[in-house]
């Protein structure tokens, strides 16, 4: 039975629950990833228009 069948609320309680690991893995590396770039990506865009400042 599972929580929902018992009337259980299902949220931060469950991060993984139901052998969801490899989504969850996959998930957070992509989004991991994405704000690795976005930093990056920031940086230049920063030291461009300090440049082109002064």
């Known amino acids: 039975m599972t929580p ?3 009337g259980q609320r299902t949220g931060a309680g469950t991060m ?3 052998g969801d690991m490899k989504a969850h893995v996959a998930t ?3 989004v991991t990833g994405m704000m690795k770039w976005g930093a990056v990506g920031c940086a ?5 228009v300090i440049w ?3």
């Open 28 to 30: 957070y590396s992509s």
């Open 44 to 48: 230049l865009v920063v030291a461009l």
């Open 4 to 6: 929902r069948d018992r």
């Open 16 to 18: 993984a629950g139901n």
């Open 52 to 54: 082109l400042i002064s």
